[in-house]
C-alpha cells in the first residue's frame, strides 16, 4: 500500500512541476490588439508586436506558427521575399514535424497537447503554397509561382491517405464492436489553386492545360458541396480568346478560424463513460474533480487500473435514446440534451466525474457582403466567391478531431482516476485533518492545471477567396476595390492606383481587407 | 523499500528528462567535401546538380555534330545557353545547374561559350561606359561581340508519387541544342533521376 501511495505521490508532484511550466497551455497574449491593427492596415505595427513577443509566447515547439503568422503579416505588408521566407520555413518544419517525438507524445498523454509541437493544421500546409505563389508572383519569379501551385496539388493527394492510416492505427483493439473512424476529409481539390494554376497557365498560353484547371474548379462544386456552399463564380469568359487585356482580381477577407475550449464532464457508471456538457451527472448527482469536500469511494487497485487501460476497448457509440411515452420524453429531455456520447470502457467504476476541455474551430465572421470593383471610376463587376479558407479549415480538423476527443476522454480519466486514488491514500497516510485537505487541494489543483485543449492555431489566413475579371483596352488604368457590408455600409477603399494592363500576360490584383 | 527507491529515481529521471526536453536544441558543424553525396531532405541538390551536368555533357561532345560543324567551318561551335526552365515541384536553382552545364562544356575544350543574355547586358553596359571614359587603347570595341552558332535550352520536371511518409520522386532534365540561324534542333537528350524518399513516424 506504502508503495501505491509513494508512487500516486511522485505522479501529483510530477504533475504540479510540470503545470507550473507555461508552455503546457496556449497563449493568446500576443495577439492582443492585433485584430484592430489588421483593421487599419497597420501590418508594420502588427510585424513588431509578433516579432517582439517571440521569445516569450512562440517556443520552439511553437516554430510553425510563429513562421505561418509573420510569413502572412509580411505578405499583407508587401514584403514578399521575407513572406516567402518564413512561409518556406513553416513549410520545411511542417514537413520535418511529421516524424512525431515519442518523448513529447508521451508527455502529452500525462498533460495536455500543447507540449507536443505544432506541426500545422492541413489547410495551413495548403494556403501557404497559395501565399507563396501570390508572393513570387508579386516578385515577377512565374516559374517559381508554378511550383508553388504544383505542390498544392501533391499536397491535396497526399491529404486523404494519411487520414485514412490515422484511423487505422487507432483501430487495436481485438474484440471491439465498434470501428474508431476518423473525420473523412472530403476536400482534395483546392478551387483556389486551380484558379491560380489556369490563369497562370493561360498567361503562357497553354490553353490546355488552364481547360483542365477549369474542369477541376467545377469538380470542386460537383464533390465538395459542403465546401463550396455558395455559388460558382462566373468564368465562362476565362478560356475564350479577346483582344483586349485581362485585369484578374483576387481578394481576401475577413479571418480564418480560431480555435476555442470547451469544457465538459466525464461521469462514470459501470463500465461506462458519460460524455456530458454539464456537472450534473444522470443521477442527479452533482460533483467534480475539483470538489474536495467529499471523498469518492476509489475502491480500483493501481495494477487493475493500469492493466485495465492497456487492455481497454475503445467504442465510440452514438447516444440514441429509447423511444418513451411524451411525458417521459419531457421530463428526459433535458439530460438527453446534456448528454453527448456513452462510451464503453470495461473496469471503470461508478460514481466519478470529470471536467476536460476540447478544442473547437470557431468562425471569426467578416462584415463583408459584397465587393465592387471600379476601373476608371467605372462600376466594372462585383466579386464572387471561389474558396471558402475557414469551410477547409472546418473540413480538414474534422479529420483529427475524434482522435483528439478519443485521446483527451483517455487522458482525464486515467488522471482523473490516478488523483481520487492518491487523495484516498493521501487522506489514510495524513489521517485527514488540514494535511489531508491541503494534499487533497494540490491534487485538485495539479490535475486542472494540466488539463487544457491545445488552441494553437496561426492567425493571420483570410477566411475567404473571391475573384473576378474585367476586360479592357490594354495601357494604364486605375482600379478600386471597394467593401461593403449587408447593409450596404462602405467599410473600406482599397486604392490600388494605376497599373498598367498588358494585353500579353499576366494582370493580377491582389487586394484584401481582414475585418 | 527498494522497489520504493528505484520508482522515486524513475519520477526524478523523467521529470529531469523533460525539464532538458525543453531547452534548445545544439548544433555541431561539420566540414565535408564537396564531392561527397550527402541526401538530406530528398530534394534536388548539388549532387544531382553537378552529375546531370556531367552526363548530359558528356553525351553531348560525344556526338557528331561537334565534327561535322568543324569540318564545315573550321573553328569550333560557339555554344550559348539559354533559359533552364524549372517545371517541377521544388525550387531548385537553375542558375547553379546552368554554370555546371557550362564548366563541364569548356572544361571539355571542344566548343566556345559565350556569355548569356543576363550577363551580356551587364557586360554591355561596361562597353558603352568605356567609349566615354576608358583610353582609346583600352576601350574595347561595339559590335565586336562573338555570335553564338547554337543555343541550349531546357527544363527540369518532376512527378510525385506520395503515400504518407513515403515519395518516389521522377526528376527529368531535358535539354535540347538549337542551330540560331537555322532553328534546326541538332541534339536532344534526357537524364533521370529517380529517389525513394521515406521518412520516420516517430523519434525520441
Known amino acids: ?515 | 523499500m527498494k522497489k520504493n527507491k528505484v520508482l522515486l529515481v524513475g519520477v526524478l529521471f523523467i521529470t529531469i528528462f523533460m525539464i532538458v526536453s525543453c531547452g534548445p536544441s545544439t548544433r555541431t558543424v561539420t566540414r565535408v567535401s564537396v564531392d561527397e553525396v550527402q541526401d538530406l531532405s530528398g530534394r534536388w541538390n548539388d549532387t544531382d546538380s553537378r552529375l546531370v551536368a556531367e552526363q548530359m555533357i558528356r553525351g553531348l561532345i560525344s556526338r557528331s555534330w561537334i565534327n561535322d560543324f568543324v569540318m564545315e567551318n573550321d573553328r569550333k561551335p560557339v555554344v550559348v545557353v539559354g533559359a533552364v526552365r524549372n517545371l517541377s515541384s521544388e525550387h531548385i536553382q537553375t542558375g547553379t545547374f546552368v554554370k555546371d552545364i557550362e564548366r563541364e562544356f569548356i572544361n571539355s575544350g571542344k566548343v566556345k561559350f559565350v556569355a548569356t543574355s543576363e550577363e551580356r547586358k551587364e557586360v554591355r553596359d561596361e562597353r558603352l561606359e568605356q567609349q566615354s571614359y576608358a583610353s582609346d587603347e583600352t576601350a574595347k570595341r561595339l559590335a565586336a561581340e562573338t555570335g553564338a552558332d547554337f543555343m541550349l535550352k531546357g527544363s527540369i520536371k518532376t512527378h510525385i508519387d506520395a503515400i504518407e511518409g513515403k515519395q518516389i520522386k521522377f526528376y527529368q532534365v531535358d535539354m535540347e541544342l538549337i542551330n540560331v540561324e537555322t532553328n534546326e534542333k541538332i541534339w536532344m537528350d534526357s537524364k533521370k533521376i529517380k529517389k525513394f524518399v521515406k521518412q520516420k513516424k516517430a523519434k525520441w
Not at chain 1, 478560356?239 to 462514470?268: C, E, M, Q, V, W
Not at chain 1, 475539483?290 to 493501481?302: C, F, I, P, R, Y
Not at chain 1, 481497454?312 to 411524451?326: A, H
Not at chain 1, 438527453?336 to 462510451?343: G, K, N, S
Open chain 1, 1 to 515: 500500500m506504502k508503495r501505491i501511495f509513494i508512487f500516486l505521490t511522485a505522479f501529483i508532484f510530477l504533475l504540479g512541476i510540470i503545470s507550473g511550466c507555461a508552455s503546457m497551455k496556449t497563449s493568446k497574449k500576443q495577439f492582443s490588439g492585433i485584430n484592430k491593427k489588421l483593421e487599419i492596415r497597420d501590418f508594420a505595427g502588427a510585424i513588431s508586436q509578433i516579432e517582439s513577443s517571440k521569445d516569450k509566447f512562440y517556443k520552439e515547439k511553437e516554430k510553425v506558427l510563429y513562421y505561418l503568422d509573420i510569413g502572412m503579416l509580411y505578405h499583407y505588408n508587401r514584403e514578399y521575399k521575407k513572406s516567402n521566407e518564413f512561409l518556406e520555413k513553416a513549410e520545411f518544419a511542417i514537413e520535418e514535424l511529421y516524424t512525431k517525438s515519442i518523448s513529447k507524445a508521451a508527455v502529452s498523454l500525462l498533460l495536455n497537447d500543447n507540449a507536443m509541437d505544432y506541426s500545422g493544421e492541413d489547410y495551413e500546409d495548403i494556403y501557404l503554397n497559395v501565399f507563396k505563389a501570390l508572393n513570387y508572383l508579386e516578385l515577377d519569379k512565374f516559374d517559381e509561382a508554378f511550383v508553388e501551385i504544383r505542390r498544392i496539388n501533391n499536397k491535396l493527394s497526399v491529404l486523404e491517405d494519411k487520414h485514412v492510416k490515422m484511423a487505422n492505427q487507432f483501430n487495436l483493439s481485438k474484440d471491439k464492436t465498434n470501428e474508431f473512424k476518423t473525420g473523412k476529409s472530403k476536400f482534395h481539390n483546392s478551387a483556389l489553386g486551380r484558379y491560380l494554376s489556369l490563369i497562370l497557365y493561360r498567361a503562357e498560353g497553354k490553353m490546355d492545360d488552364a481547360r483542365i484547371d477549369m474542369n477541376k474548379i467545377r469538380d470542386s462544386w460537383e464533390l465538395q458541396k459542403h465546401i463550396c456552399d455558395f455559388e460558382i463564380p462566373e468564368m465562362d469568359n476565362y478560356l475564350n480568346r479577346t483582344d483586349k487585356a485581362r485585369i484578374d482580381i483576387l481578394s481576401f477577407i475577413g479571418k480564418s478560424p480560431d480555435k476555442k475550449a470547451k469544457t465538459l464532464y466525464i461521469h462514470t457508471e459501470t463500465d461506462v463513460l458519460i460524455i456530458a456538457t454539464t456537472k450534473e451527472a444522470p443521477d442527479g448527482t452533482k460533483k467534480s474533480v475539483g470538489d474536495t469536500g467529499e471523498l469518492v469511494d476509489a475502491t480500483v487497485e493501481m495494477v487493475d487500473l493500469t492493466k485495465d487501460f492497456a487492455n481497454s476497448v475503445i467504442d465510440i457509440i452514438p447516444f440514441k435514446p429509447k423511444k418513451k411515452k411524451k411525458e417521459e420524453a419531457k421530463i428526459e429531455e433535458d439530460k438527453i440534451e446534456a448528454t453527448l456520447d456513452i462510451i464503453n470502457w470495461p473496469g471503470v467504476q461508478k460514481g466519478y466525474h470529470f471536467k476536460f476541455q476540447l478544442p473547437y474551430m470557431d468562425m471569426r465572421k467578416s462584415q463583408v457582403a459584397k465587393i465592387k470593383v471600379f476601373v476608371d471610376d467605372k462600376l466594372k463587376l462585383e466579386l464572387e466567391p471561389i474558396e471558402s479558407v475557414e469551410n477547409v479549415a472546418l473540413e480538414t480538423y474534422k479529420v483529427k478531431e475524434p482522435l483528439i476527443y478519443l485521446k483527451t476522454i483517455t487522458r482525464s480519466v486515467v488522471k482523473g482516476l490516478l488523483s481520487e486514488k492518491a487523495k484516498v491514500e493521501m487522506e489514510k497516510q495524513t489521517g485527514g485533518g488540514y494535511l489531508g485537505l491541503a494534499s487533497r487541494l494540490a491534487t485538485d489543483v495539479a490535475v486542472d492545471a494540466t488539463e487544457n485543449a491545445d488552441l494553437r492555431i496561426s492567425r493571420f489566413f483570410p477566411a475567404k477567396a473571391l475573384i473576378g475579371e474585367i476586360e479592357v483596352e490594354p495601357g494604364i488604368h486605375n482600379i478600386k476595390v471597394e467593401y461593403y457590408s449587408k447593409k450596404g455600409t462602405l467599410l473600406f477603399i482599397d486604392d490600388i492606383g494605376e497599373k498598367e494592363i498588358s494585353k500579353s500576360g499576366l494582370n493580377l490584383i491582389e487586394s484584401f481587407y481582414l475585418d
